[in-house]
């Protein structure tokens, strides 16, 4: 029997210790660490790098970015001096040039940067500009799977669905109740401006 009780204490008071060390070598080495909760994060995240190709820091508010909008249908989202919202396909054009405020958590708002008219769409689903921006010209962004980004009406909805901004294959603006997220037509790439 004394044989049989050191088989058994031997080995537990081994794991024991190795187990007391590790937990102190792993105090002292949290403790002595001078990195931020945000950094360490960063560093123990052991996702692919290509899954950070795009930041998504700007949907949490306040930030400022100058893009133009480009339709999959290859037209660039346009806000003239008089306010009238269509499609163009110069891409040096002032007009196409977007300023969108991220107003809230993935809701933004789109001001032409020439024009200085907001983005907005009615309860009908139709785009029109406004000169003061109000709860019309809010919209949600959405980023799809393929890198394009839907932006819909944040205030307003058609039968439950969401009310999309999108340009026909003629540059033309859809109303929004005939819209829908997978459309080509409501899909837009944000091209920065150089």
Known sequence: MHKWLLTWILPTLLYRSCFHIICLVGTISLACNDMTPEQMATNVNCSSPERHTRSYDYMEGGDIRVR????????????????????????KNNYNI????????????IKG????????????GKLYAKKECNEDCNFKELILENHYNTYASAKWTHSG?????????????VRGKKTKKEQRIAHFLPM???
Do not use: H
């Open 192 to 194: 920065a401006v150089t």
């Open 68 to 91: 133009r909008l480009f339709c999959r249908t290859q037209w660039y989202l346009r806000i003239d001096k008089r306010g009238k919202v269509k499609g163009t396909q110069e891409m």
């Open 113 to 124: 940067v020439e024009s200085e008219y907001y983005l907005a769409m009615n309860k009908e």
């Open 161 to 173: 669905g969401e009310m999309f901004v999108a340009l026909n294959q003629k540059g033309v603006p």
């Open 98 to 109: 977007m300023e969108i405020r991220t107003v809230a958590v993935g809701i933004v708002a």
